[in-house]
T-cell receptor
Framework: QKEVEQDPGPLSVPEGAIVSLNCTYS??????FMWYRQYSRKGPELLMY????GNKEDGRFTAQVDKSSKYISLFIRDSQPSDSATYLC??????????FGTGTSLTVIP | GAVVSQHPSWVICKSGTSVKIECRSL??????MFWYRQFPKQSLMLMAT?????????EQGVEKDKFLINHASLTLSTLTVTSAHPEDSSFYIC?????????????FGNGTRLTVT
């Protein structure tokens, strides 16, 4: 079983829709959770970083962590064509060991 | 803040030559830098972890004599692909973690697309 599971998509939504991206994991010791956005031929860009459980909001983005279910989510409100990218989840136990999902490809259609 | 600069962004080289890729943390000091390889439509594959002033730790299956990593300062790590072959063609990405904050997230460079002809 992989440490981190992420549906690769692709996911297509109309502009303005709410997007829900998810990852599940198997290691209950994970404490640090991150979401990255990666445009084609670019490096991943950090969107959200949370520690332990709970929600975090930044503009149109909301990250949720449910440690009891080993499930994390990223919500994008009022999605825009510029949000079209691959979204990677990442998580870790200690400070410098991280595990990545395979990424979900998102297309927001104008 | 937390900008990581990677250079070059793309490079084409002939088979048998060596290529050096630089990764710099511009506005923070990085104790640890990571090097990844990414194939099309796939996730990041960790190649090695480098800590400033010490030898890099390579992941299983990564040839350390082929992929030479040097982390000489808290702001610079380099990856040298030696005697490159077409199968080394890939997208290489570095990331860095700041020393200032324990358990800080990774910040990535923009990657280097290597094509070996």
């Amino acid at each position: 079983q992989k440490e981190v599971e992420q549906d690769p998509g692709p996911l297509s939504v109309p502009e303005g829709a709410i997007v829900s991206l998810n990852c599940t994991y198997s290691n209950s010791a994970f404490q640090y959770f991150m979401w990255y956005r990666q445009y084609s031929r670019k490096g991943p860009e950090l969107l959200m970083y949370t520690y332990s459980s709970g929600n975090k909001e930044d503009g149109r983005f909301t990250a949720q962590v449910d440690k009891s279910s080993k499930y994390i989510s990223l919500f994008i409100r009022d999605s825009q064509p510029s949000d079209s990218a691959t979204y990677l989840c990442a998580m870790g136990v200690t400070g410098n060991q991280f595990y990545f999902g395979t990424g979900t490809s998102l297309t927001v259609i104008p | 803040g937390a900008v990581v600069s990677q250079h070059p962004s793309w490079v084409i080289c002939k088979s048998g030559t060596s290529v050096k890729i630089e990764c710099r943390s511009l506005d923070f000091q990085a104790t640890t830098m990571f090097w990844y390889r990414q194939f099309p439509k796939q996730s990041l594959m960790l190649m090695a972890t480098s800590n400033e002033g010490s030898k890099a730790t390579y992941e299983q299956g990564v040839e350390k004599d082929k992929f030479l990593i040097n982390h000489a300062s808290l702001t610079l790590s380099t990856l040298t692909v030696t005697s490159a072959h077409p199968e080394d063609s890939s997208f290489y990405i570095c990331s860095a973690q700041t020393v200032a904050v324990y358990n800080s997230p990774l910040h990535f460079g923009n990657g280097t697309r290597l094509t070996v002809t």
